[in-house]
């Protein structure tokens, strides 16, 4: 199964400021995903991180708000723009691996706590 | 669009059973899949039908009806470090994520 890392674990941010989350997965894979999760909420996509082209967005997330790298098949970052207090969340990572016992299983990496003030 | 549908608490005693149930309205559907999360962790993968049926894993076994678009999560002989958030979680044809459900938080009592 994948292992996944994200940088930093948590952090807390000033209004205004901006915060670049790292991932990184122990294998390459194809499709990297980025969610958001409120306190006490279901995961939200924010946007799917292919590899060589353009992420793309979700309704009600957008490109200068959420801007994605996706340099290579390993590693993925999500920066968080010109935050607000709505922007806390936990933003989680995660890739679709496939196996022979579990078809297209969905790993998450641990998550990066933010909290805007 | 997608839409899943599941309760939003479940309280159970230990040693109990409990079944927590997911309805889903989606277009190509392709699986159901749950996941656990405790409060602070990542969510973690349990378990996935892509045909109708029972799929047993431990104490844990999930069911699908594809004909009625639902399927439930079965946990036996709870156990208090059961006490997590579990969300159905749907997969759609071709290369796309998974669409969560707004989860179901599972208090085993004593």
């Known amino acids: 199964s994948a292992v996944i890392s994200q940088k930093p674990s948590r952090d807390i941010c000033q209004r205004g400021t901006s915060l670049t989350i790292q991932c990184q997965v122990d294998?390459?894979?194809?499709?990297m995903f980025w969610y958001r999760q409120q306190p006490g909420q279901s995961l939200t996509l924010i946007a799917t991180?292919?590899?060589?082209?353009?992420?793309?967005?979700e309704s009600g997330f957008v490109i200068d708000k959420f801007p994605i790298s996706r340099p290579n098949l390993t590693f993925s970052t999500l920066t968080v723009s010109n935050m607000s207090p709505e922007d806390s969340s936990i933003y989680l990572c995660?890739?679709?691996?496939?196996?022979?016992?579990?078809?297209?299983?969905?790993?998450f990496g641990p998550g990066t706590r933010l909290t805007v003030l | 669009g997608q839409s899943l549908e599941q309760p939003s608490e479940v309280t159970a005693v230990e040693g109990a059973i409990v079944q927590i149930n997911c309805t889903y309205q989606?277009?190509?559907?392709?699986?159901l899949s749950w996941y656990q999360q405790h409060d602070g962790g990542a969510p973690t993968f349990l378990s996935y039908n892509a045909l109708d049926g029972l799929e047993e894993t431990g104490r844990f076994s999930s069911f699908l009806s594809r004909s009625d678009s639902y399927g439930y999560l079965l946990l036996q002989e709870l156990q208090m470090k059961d006490s997590a958030s579990y969300f159905c979680a749907v997969k759609l044809r071709g290369n796309t994520p998974l669409v969560f459900g707004k989860g179901t938080r599972l208090s085993v009592i004593a």
């Open positions: 294998s390459q894979v194809t499709m």
């Open positions: 989606t277009s190509g559907f392709y699986g």
């Open positions: 995660s890739v679709e691996q496939g196996s022979r016992y579990r078809n297209n299983e969905q790993f």
């Open positions: 991180a292919n590899q060589g082209s353009e992420a793309t967005y």
